[in-house]
């Protein structure tokens, strides 16, 4: 298994799939081999890709308040590794962001993974990370999150953090009751051992 620092390296050179990408390869994604905590989110979005920073944006905003934290834990690889399933701004489609490009998560995946070896808890934003890291998940997004306990407490799925689910975080209440509460103190947990 090749060191994480090359490993890295060799991640933001990448180029699998620049002739797919409207705005070119730009490799997002924050990694260490002490991090507790993985973030799994779906792929960066414009502002993200313009950034360079892993949830530069509103949803990260929302997620760093989901989990309690500042951005400077947020932000430090020791503490919390994000590695989405694409790496790079797919573009985007009629009703938002295309689904992350598959060439990030057949080529990286499994050796990056594998070099966390302190991780205790990923969060799985979304389906596409659900699929990835759940192996018994239910048909929808909203099953598989209200059937949060079924994988805690090393994984907790969760919805896109996005501003664009505003209809579902309204017609989902019990989870702003139930899992936002047990995400902060298991977060709090990892980040004070």
């Known amino acids: 298994m090749p ?15 620049a002739a797919e990408l409207p705005d070119g390869p730009r490799p997002v994604l924050q990694a260490h ?27 990260g905003d929302r997620l760093r308040e989901w989990m309690g934290i500042d951005r400077e834990s947020f932000y430090d690889p020791k503490r919390v590794a994000v590695v989405p399933m694409g790496f790079c701004y797919p573009g985007s489609g009629r009703s ?17 993974l594998r070099s966390l070896k302190h991780v205790k808890l990923t969060l799985a934003l979304g389906q596409y990370a659900q699929a990835y890291h759940l192996d018994d998940r239910a048909a929808t997004v909203t ?11 090393r994984y907790l799925p969760l919805p896109h953090p996005s501003p664009r689910n505003r209809a579902w975080f309204a017609r989902n209440p019990w989870f702003e ?16 051992a």
């Open 143 to 153: 099953q598989t999150v209200r059937e949060w306990q079924h994988h805690w407490p």
């Open 96 to 112: 938002g962001d295309l689904p992350p490009r598959p060439e990030c998560a057949a080529t990286w995946h499994e050796t990056l």
């Open 33 to 59: 081999g002490r991090a507790r905590i993985l973030i799994a989110g779906q792929a960066p979005g414009r502002r993200v890709h313009a950034s360079g920073v892993p949830f530069d944006d509103p949803s």
């Open 3 to 17: 060191r994480l620092g090359p490993l890295l390296r060799e991640i933001a050179a990448c180029r699998l799939c």
């Open 177 to 192: 009751r139930e899992v936002i509460p047990a995400l902060r103190r298991r977060v709090r947990t990892l980040l004070n």
